[in-house]
């Protein structure tokens, strides 16, 4: 297979797969490790590498999810709060075998867009997205609405914002991947 063909599989093959479907299988810190690499060769504007990751694995799974759903019951009690979602806040770190935070780091003199660093940790992400996808590894970026608070609990340094977490597990559903409209109807080309 040419490394086209492969890398063409590779992101036709990615997914989100989410930690209702993980099973109990450890993933090796090797694979962890090879994630976190790649993402680091991600493209990035006057080389500002303005992401930054918090691993969560073991017990601080259960700390996380214990915060988040605290943080959650605190802010809608009695403002449209859900039970349901109040135990996914809870659980999903423990069903999950490695969450990842995803964090921005804002260039110190901000000579580049918010939105370009963001763009730079988000292709960081799409690298390692790719890289549990290769292994075999399910895994999803989750936005929650709490994410401003997050802040709290991985008490970030001046200029960081929490993105998001980076949910991790093998799986053994077997699970299509999802559509999309055909290119053609989100490209104008131009030639004269
Ligand atoms: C920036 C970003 C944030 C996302 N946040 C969520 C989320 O909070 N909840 C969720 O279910 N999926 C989230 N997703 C994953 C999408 O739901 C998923 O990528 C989409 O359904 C397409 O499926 P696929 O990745 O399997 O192709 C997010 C994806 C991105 C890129």
């Not at 797969?17 to 993933?27: R, S």
């Not at 806040?89 to 110190?108: F, K």
């Not at 597990?169 to 131009?190: A, D, M, Q, T």
């Amino acid at each position: 297979m040419s490394i086209i063909g492969d890398v063409t599989r590779l992101i036709e093959a990615r997914k989100a797969v989410f930690p209702a479907l993980y099973i109990e299988k450890n993933i090796p810190t090797s694979i962890i490790n090879k994630m976190l690499s790649n993402a680091n060769r991600a493209p990035t504007h006057k080389l500002t590498e303005p992401w930054r990751f918090k691993v969560i694995r073991g017990d601080a799974r259960a700390r996380l999810g214990n915060f988040m759903s605290a943080r959650y019951k605190k802010l809608y009690e009695g403002n449209g709060f859900s039970e349901r979602k109040f135990n996914k806040l809870r659980e999903n770190p423990q069903l999950a075998d490695t969450v990842i935070a995803i964090i921005m780091q804002r260039d110190r003199e901000e000579r580049i867009p918010e939105w370009e660093e963001i763009a730079a940790v988000s292709m960081a992400v799409q690298n390692m997205w790719l890289t549990a996808s290769a292994h075999g590894v399910g895994s999803y970026w989750s936005s929650p609405a709490l994410i401003s608070h997050l802040g709290d609990f991985f008490k970030l340094e001046e200029g960081q914002k929490c993105l998001g977490l980076f949910y991790m597990g093998y799986y053994e559903e077997e699970i299509p991947v999802s559509k999309r409209g055909p290119i053609e109807e989100k490209v104008e080309w131009l030639d004269k």
